[in-house]
């Protein structure tokens, strides 16, 4: 673990925070590099990106909040950090993804053609993001069996856990290639944000496996996810089967123009009209 990136005198750098900002400039690059091809600028993607990340900071702030209200109101003052702590991705994909959606309206721009941009950055995003979980400690997985190769271990915690931050970027590292190459052929306008989507719920479901764990497994550092009361699932899993069936119906049942990426204009951006 390595929580602290650098020092500069008394000011700490934290390695979530370097993390969270390299993510989104690793989602933004994706983006840019694909927004010819949908007939916008990368300026333009950039300029909505910019809502979306402040947007999405604060969906992930509340979310979290409210997954663990018990916790923040026992003590308000703890609600008000400047960290880069204390954030659940589905708020920030889901408020993001609406500050995006609301900003490509207001400037009287397609919808689609922005979401399409931004889900498979969302996926790189994440899975950059995640690293910021292992250097900072958290959303760490179960107790693994004694030697395991790759067991990390937990400041405070004899035993080896699994690297559960990992396994979860490895499995968004597939579905960003799948949706990619999905991207390259013929598909409705729309899908590919639905792939992304259930994909991504796909993925999460699976990696709360390795986190979840009792109430005092959780305190005791053998787990860093609850159940959700008597349920055997916890809170991401629920949600995470919600936005898989999201995703799911989008692809479905997707109406856009049928497009194939490769094949879209890559030269004199149009700035796709509303659809």
Known sequence: MHPVLFKI???????????????????LWLARKRAPAYG???EKMSDG?????????????AFFIVQEYQYYF???????TLRFEGLTS???????????????RKHKLSVLPFLELAAPGFLLAHLIGRF????????FGGVCPTGTPWGIRIPGHAELHHPAQVYDSLMNLVA?????????????LGQVTGLTLLLHGITRFIYEFWRAGTEAQVAAGNASSTYWGTLPVTQGQVMALAISVVGLAMFALAKG????????????PSEVAPA
């Not at 947007?55 to 992930?60: D, M, Q, S, T």
């Not at 026992?74 to 008000?80: G, K, L, Q």
């Open 90 to 104: 589905f708020g920030g994909l889901i408020c993001g993804g609406l500050a995006l959606a609301f900003w490509a």
């Open 40 to 42: 916008l600028t990368p």
């Open 176 to 188: 960003l290639g799948a949706v990619l190459a999905f991207a390259r052929r013929p598909h409705r």
């Open 49 to 61: 990106a910019f809502w979306a990340l402040i947007a999405g900071i604060f969906g992930a702030r």
């Open 74 to 80: 026992a003590d308000w003052r703890r609600i008000m």
């Open 9 to 27: 005198g008394s000011f700490e750098v934290p390695s979530f925070g370097a993390m969270m900002v390299l993510a989104f400039f690793g989602g």
């Open 257 to 268: 123009r049928t497009v194939t990426e490769k094949n879209l204009p890559s030269t004199g």
């Open 132 to 139: 910021g979980c292992l250097l900072n400690g958290c959303c």
